[in-house]
């Protein structure tokens, strides 16, 4: 059993995190962010965004720690990437934009730590909804979500994602 702590996420973490992000983004499942990240400096964009003076985000880690006769120091295993939205029929949100365990630490309920601690700082903020997205192949997820009491909300209400990006931005921005 390993014990993991689930803490903010401080600057000197950049690092840990990237290299999972690289990891995740490894995957060869569809919308596993290969390929072009059209301008993303990865761990200076991820340290300046973070840990400026007006955060574009927020980041909780998992951290497993040693048990009793183990030499080996904590370790950052899975995070939880989140920031604050506005709602105009609900007011305050926070979307977690991105949530990731190590393949080898996975069904341990790391993932779910991490969901509650999001939820814990929601509320703590006056959030009255928690929000995310997840690939449609990814089953296991969605899973974990529903058993914890998410609602389907492509399934309830129909809604799809949309994304602008790149050139097509540019266009739209007239540029």
């Given at each position: ?5 689930i803490?903010?996420?401080k ?18 499942k ?6 072009s990240t059209s301008g ?28 009793p006769?183990e030499?080996q120091?904590?370790c950052?295993?899975?995070?939880g990437?989140?920031y604050f939205?506005?709602?105009t ?16 630490y ?6 779910s730590?991490?969901?509650?601690k999001?939820a814990?700082?929601a ?39 949309f994304r602008?990006?790149?050139?097509v931005m540019?266009?739209l921005a007239?540029?």
């Amino acid at each position: 059993m390993v014990f993991v702590q689930i803490r903010e996420a401080k600057e000197g973490d950049c690092g840990h995190i990237m290299r999972l992000i690289r990891v995740k983004s490894a995957s060869p499942k569809p919308g596993s962010h290969r390929g072009s990240t059209s301008g993303w400096r990865g761990g200076e964009d991820l340290r300046a965004d973070g840990f400026g003076e007006n955060p574009f985000y927020h980041c909780l880690v998992a951290e497993s720690l040693p048990g009793p006769g183990e030499s080996q120091g904590p370790c950052v295993v899975g995070y939880g990437l989140y920031y604050f939205i506005y709602s105009t029929w609900k007011g305050r949100n926070v979307y977690l934009e991105d949530i990731y365990v190590k393949p080898e630490y996975q069904g341990q309920g790391i993932g779910s730590k991490i969901i509650k601690k999001v939820a814990e700082v929601a509320l703590d903020k006056g959030c009255s909804q928690f929000r995310l997205s997840v690939l449609d192949w990814n089953k296991r997820a969605m899973d974990l979500y529903k058993a914890l009491g998410a609602q389907d909300l492509t399934e309830a209400e129909g809604w799809h994602s949309f994304r602008f990006e790149g050139e097509v931005m540019r266009k739209l921005a007239g540029k």
